[in-house]
């Protein structure tokens, strides 16, 4: 099957993928659309769907992958903005924005802390409950992302 080269700018986003996030040999096409009308992709090597999205919080503009772990881990101790911003040296708005990321990629985001970090299902919790405090500040797609891995989140 011959399909068009370079039209699709997206890189799998399944971390289970040998080729997660990689541009080099990847082999997606576009299929449908979500509810949200976000563009729906399909990886063909690992079958998996995924959505569009625009920066992944791992390929984040101002913070390194190790950075937003560490974040994270703040995060999970239920450090406020502030505070991380006191102990890591970042502006809160990078943070707050660091936050919308986190839960426009639940998922994903959920996946890597229990399975790379090595995070207890309670501490991940605590963390999008501190995220949820927050949520005055969140999209609704990002709400509606987060509801995915929190049971009985309501979006306001
Ligand atoms: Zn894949």
């Known amino acids: 099957m011959v399909r068009p080269r370079g039209e699709i700018s997206v890189v799998c986003q399944n971390e289970k993928c040998r080729f997660y996030l990689k541009e080099e040999g990847k082999d997606i096409i576009k299929r449908g659309k979500y509810q949200t009308g976000h563009q729906r992709y399909f990886c063909n090597h690992c079958k998996t769907f995924f959505m569009e999205t625009k920066g992944t919080p791992l390929y984040h503009k101002h913070l390194t992958k190790s950075e937003i772990i560490n974040i994270c881990k703040h995060l999970v101790e239920k450090n406020g903005i502030?505070?991380?911003?006191?102990?890591?040296?970042?502006?809160?708005?990078?943070?707050?924005?660091?936050?919308?990321?986190?839960?426009?990629h639940a998922e994903m985001v959920n996946s890597i802390l229990l399975h790379d970090v090595k995070l207890g299902q309670f501490e991940v919790d605590e963390m999008w409950t501190f995220i949820k405090k927050n949520k005055r500040k969140l999209s609704r797609e990002a709400q509606i992302q987060m509801s995915k891995v929190m049971p009985g989140y309501s979006i306001s």
């Open 82 to 104: 502030r505070s991380i911003e006191r102990i890591t040296g970042h502006h809160r708005d990078t943070i707050g924005r660091l936050l919308e990321d986190l839960a426009l």
